[in-house]
């Protein structure tokens, strides 16, 4: 496989538990359990994550109270987007695209 597809698969899962985090996490704040520690959520929006992560955060409105979840999950979005657009239209292409 190519790295473009394996990038592509860890994308997708690393979302996806992103946005599931946020759906437990809101389920167990509910029913006052254990929670998943606001670190671990951050986590993984920092490692590709921040997609999944901001989408769960507003579809179950799971920390939307707390200004570094409604302004931190965006702006990590964001800045990963502005490095995927630097690293495609750099002229030091890793092969990659």
């Known amino acids: 496989m190519n790295v ?5 698969i860890y994308l997708a899962a690393v979302n996806l538990l992103g946005f599931l985090m ?17 670190a671990h959520l951050f ?4 490692i590709g ?3 999944g992560t901001t989408m769960g ?3 179950f ?8 979840f409604v302004y931190g999950m ?10 995927v657009v630097i690293l495609y239209l750099s002229p030091l292409q890793i092969a990659l695209f």
Request: glycine share 6%; proline share 4%.
């Open 22 to 38: 946020m759906g437990v996490d809101k389920s167990k704040a509910r029913r006052r359990a254990w929670r998943i520690p606001e």
């Open 61 to 68: 409105r799971h920390k939307t109270k707390h200004w570094y």
């Open 4 to 8: 473009i597809l394996w990038i592509g």
């Open 49 to 51: 994550g921040s997609f």
């Open 57 to 59: 955060m507003l579809l």
């Open 74 to 83: 965006p702006a990590i979005l964001i800045i990963q987007l502005v490095l």
């Open 43 to 46: 986590l993984i929006a920092l």
